[in-house]
T-cell receptor, first 106, second 117 residues
């Protein structure tokens, strides 16, 4: 069974808009990671947030973690066409969800 | 640094044939992993190696074997391929500083696309 589950399954926005995707998980975690996968390529690590952290930033990315709700969100601000990819969350035992497919239209 | 490399990039097998997927990393990482990704799905862990000389089953180990040849290399073997093993296979590595196999950033290879007819 998959530990992390992303929502929505697909998201289409215009360049310049913000994109928010969510991840829910079932059991207690030590940390949660977000990865990006461009079509046909391997996964690239974006951010790791630990269970004692509530928010973390990296460039245009902002990740929040709510351990009481067992959920995390990834916000991409001022999106670009190059952000078009699938985004996955993974819990510390590396169980991945099915991902959110983000399309950013130029 | 090449990071994580995988060979071959693409392979077609007939049912019952065997093959070995190769993976190597040049980052001096302790832990290595094999995943499969089916269309429209996330990755599922097949096997992992927390350190040189150890291997453990992941979520979907049936039909596969692995060998941690040395610190750099971790191979995945299909002894008798089945159509259900058609998938994209990813190898990854991690520094795993805290002594466990998980919980740190993983670095992924480009993948091997396997088609079993």
């Amino acid at each position: 069974s998959q530990q992390g589950e992303e929502d929505p399954q697909a998201l289409s926005i215009q360049e310049g808009e913000n994109a928010t995707m969510n991840c829910s998980y079932k059991t207690s975690i030590n940390n949660l990671q977000w990865y990006r996968q461009n079509s046909g390529r391997g996964l690239v690590h974006l951010i790791l947030i630990r269970s004692n952290e509530r928010e973390k930033h990296s460039g245009r990315l902002r990740v929040t973690l709510d351990t009481s709700k067992k959920s995390s969100s990834l916000l991409i601000t001022a999106s670009r066409a190059a952000d078009t990819a699938s985004y996955f969350c993974a819990t510390n035992d590396m169980r991945f969800g099915a991902g959110t497919r983000l399309t950013v239209k130029p | 640094n090449a990071g994580v490399t995988q060979t071959p990039k693409f392979q077609v097998l007939k049912t019952g044939q065997s093959m070995t997927l190769q993976c190597a990393q040049d980052m001096n990482h302790n832990s290595m992993y094999w995943y499969r990704q089916d269309p429209g799905m996330g990755l599922r862990l097949i096997y992992y190696s927390a350190s040189e000389g150890t291997t453990d089953k992941g979520e979907v180990p049936n039909g596969y074997n692995v060998s941690r040849l040395n610190k750099r290399e971790f191979s995945l073997r299909l002894e008798s391929a089945a159509p259900s093993q058609t998938s994209v296979y990813f190898c990854a590595s991690s520094e795993a500083l805290r002594g466990g196999a998980f919980g740190e950033t993983q670095y992924f290879g480009p993948g091997t696309r396997l088609l079993v007819l």
